[in-house]
């Protein structure tokens, strides 16, 4: 599968690696074996690598920046700003709140270029739409950052499609990055028009369900005592058996392709268009090396149809995030 184009500056190959769990949210791991498994990615051909301030927070960036620094030339970064973190906490306990007023845009920046120990941000993301602030003047204070030389494209996250059109108008956006996977299908109705139309890259992050797709997960002792998706409404109790019922159907298709689960997934969302550039996460080699393989699957009509029957989202049980977060996405 060749290289896709996110916007008009970005060329990646099809399956990038979001690096969030590495240390953050997911219970994190040994930054030496993280580096290794960055280093692995850009080996086997990998690109394109997705971070956050708020990914740690800031440990995240730390960690990219320390493994992709010496690959420099090899490799495009892409973080986020947009939330307001508090100074003491653990983890998401710091997500106090929004924040992309122009001023803290340009500060968010000048800190993650530290962090990270680049001069130009590849790709700059505003992580959710802040409905106190005009999406002009948070766009014009990236497109400030493009003009200075800091910042090479724009993205943004979790954005409804008319946030998009508003935005895009200032200055262009390269990527916008939503959750997407079999079982989680909100942007095709609306989103992606638009971006097809405007000729915007689309990045989905879980592409696997947040590892539910993948099977590996049977029950909530399946994650540890820290994991962040314990607080999700899919990994409750009362969802796990259908949503796990759901993954085992498509392992059973995996099988018959020839594929693992998190293989066919991948290659069902790589097929939905040449503008998706999918994020999993991987914080083991193996995991890495076999996602990465997704994007040499070819799958036809009759089976991209078979697959989006058998994890389509009438039959999840659950929603993606709790309602407290719900409203933050699709502004």
Request: hydrophobic share 45%; charged share 25%.
């Amino acid at each position: 599968m060749p290289n896709r184009k996110l916007g008009t500056e970005i060329d990646v190959y099809p399956v990038g690696l979001g690096c969030m769990g590495m240390s953050h949210a997911y219970g994190g791991q040994d930054e030496a074996d993280a580096i290794r498994t960055l280093h692995r990615a850009v080996e086997i051909g990998v690109t394109f690598f997705d971070t956050a301030e708020v990914y740690g927070p800031f440990d995240n960036e730390v960690l990219v920046g320390k493994a992709l620094r010496p690959l420099r030339d090899r490799v495009v970064i892409a973080t986020k700003f947009g939330f307001r973190i508090a100074e003491e906490g653990k983890g998401t306990e710091r997500m106090v709140g929004l924040d992309s007023r122009p001023e803290h845009v340009k500060a968010v920046a000048e800190a993650s270029l530290q962090r990270l120990g680049v001069e130009v941000i590849d790709l700059f993301y505003q992580h959710r739409v802040d409905p106190t602030v005009p999406i002009e003047d948070t766009v014009g204070a990236m497109a400030d950052l493009v003009r200075a030389g800091k910042v090479r494209a724009l993205g943004l996250s979790e954005a409804s499609a008319a946030t998009i059109r508003r935005a895009h108008a200032v200055h262009p956006i390269a990527a916008v990055q939503s959750e997407y996977s079999l079982w989680t299908r909100e942007p095709e109705a609306d989103v992606f028009p638009v971006l097809r139309e405007l000729g915007i890259g689309f990045v989905p992050f879980s592409p696997l369900g947040r590892g539910l797709l993948t099977g590996a997960i049977r029950t909530g002792a399946d994650l540890g005592a820290d994991d962040w998706r314990r607080t999700l409404p899919r990994f409750q109790p009362e969802n796990m058996a259908t949503n796990v019922a759901i993954a085992d159907t498509l392992q059973r298709l995996a099988v018959e392709k020839g594929v693992t689960a998190a293989q066919l997934a991948l290659a069902w969302v790589l097929h939905q268009g040449d503008f998706i550039v999918p994020i999993p996460g991987a914080r083991k080699i193996h995991h890495l090396e076999q996602n990465t393989a997704a994007a040499g699957i070819s799958l036809g009509a009759a089976e991209l149809a078979a697959i989006g029957e058998a994890a389509s989202p009438d039959k999840v049980a659950g929603k993606r995030y709790p309602d407290a977060a719900l409203v933050q996405v699709d502004r």
